[in-house]
C-alpha cells in the first residue's frame, strides 16, 4: 500500500503560477507511475497529468499542455507539478495518484485545494 501527502495549494490570480508536491511512502517508489488529477465540487474526478516510474513518460490532458509541468524526484519520493498562465477554471481539489502494478491509478492522496481568481 502507498500513502500519498499532496502540498502547495492555494490561492492566486489568473495567470499566475503554483508547484504542487506529493510525497510518497510504502513499497519501492521507483517501481510504479504516478498522476495528478483533479476535481471541481460535484463534478467527476479528471485526468491531469502522468508520469513514469523512471520519469521518461510523460503524459498531459490537453487542457494543460504547455501550462503545467510533472516532474519526480525519486530521491526525494516526490512528484511535482507546475502550474503556470493559471486560469480560473483550473480551480479544483487537485490528487496525486499511483498506478498499481496493474497500472490502474489505486492509491490516492486527501488532495489539496488550488483556487484561481480572476
Known amino acids: 500500500q502507498v500513502q500519498l501527502v499532496e502540498s502547495g495549494g492555494g490561492s492566486v490570480q489568473a495567470g499566475g503560477s503554483l508547484k504542487l508536491s506529493c510525497v510518497a511512502s510504502?513499497?519501492?517508489?521507483?517501481?510504479?507511475?504516478m498522476g495528478w488529477f483533479r476535481q471541481v465540487s460535484g463534478e467527476g474526478r479528471e485526468f491531469v497529468a502522468s508520469?513514469?516510474?523512471?520519469?521518461?513518460?510523460?503524459r498531459y490532458a490537453d487542457f494543460v499542455k504547455g501550462r503545467f509541468t510533472i516532474s519526480r524526484d525519486n530521491g526525494k519520493n516526490s512528484i511535482y507539478l507546475q502550474m503556470n498562465s493559471l486560469k480560473p477554471e483550473d480551480t479544483a481539489v487537485y490528487y496525486c495518484?499511483?498506478?498499481?502494478?496493474?497500472?490502474?491509478?489505486?492509491?490516492w492522496g486527501q488532495g489539496t485545494q488550488v483556487t484561481v481568481s480572476s
Open positions: 508520469i513514469s516510474g523512471d520519469g521518461v513518460f510523460l
Open positions: 510504502g513499497r519501492s517508489f521507483r517501481s510504479y507511475g
Open positions: 495518484a499511483a498506478q498499481t502494478l496493474g497500472g490502474a491509478f489505486g492509491s
